[in-house]
């Protein structure tokens, strides 16, 4: 397998990996929030995860925990502390995505997992140079997807969730 990986790393350097790795085969790409959301039951739109991120950050001003390094950081703690955000967990490194899609779990350790990758550029044609990987927001950042105000904003932004969802 680390063989396959570094093959698949080399034959692909200049696209920009990034790696995922799930406990089930079967699950689709989505976000913990989007996830938690749809399990009960409630309406998915871009609308409602801002809502609930608005209410995440309201909530930790009440207890004195204000994402002082910004919002962008302060959901990526949330994430690493379980707590569902809309970010997507990804890694540039092949085996620690392998390690998530493996992790014991006596619920899922019948199914299969999942190892998927994708490039943070598009695959070149033949003999032209790739585009450069597209922009990762820097660490520290505010959630700039709020500002955001309707759907057509967020397409000419070509911003979503994953999924054409309503808002």
């Not at 080399?10 to 929030?33: E, F, I, M, T, Y």
Request: glycine share 8%; hydrophobic share 40%.
């Amino acid at each position: 397998m680390l063989k396959a990986l570094a093959r698949i790393q080399r034959k692909n350097s200049r696209r920009g990996l990034v790696w995922r790795g799930h406990q089930n085969a079967a699950w689709p790409v989505d976000s913990s929030l989007t996830r938690s959301l749809r399990t009960a039951g409630h309406k998915l739109g871009e609308d409602e995860l801002i809502a609930v991120e608005r209410f995440q950050i309201a909530a930790s001003e009440c207890w004195g925990i204000w994402p002082t390094l910004g919002e962008m950081n302060f959901y990526a703690q949330m994430q690493h502390d379980g707590v569902p955000t809309r970010l997507i967990g990804v890694s540039l490194d092949p085996e620690v995505a392998a390690w998530f899609a493996v992790e014991e779990s006596e619920e899922l350790d019948s199914v299969d997992g999942h190892l998927i990758s994708w490039g943070r550029s598009a695959a070149p044609k033949r003999n032209q140079t790739p585009e450069p990987p597209q922009w990762i927001p820097a660490a520290g950042g505010d959630a700039f997807w709020h500002m955001w105000p309707d759907q057509e904003t967020r397409r000419a932004k070509e911003w979503g969730t994953g999924r054409a969802m309503p808002s």
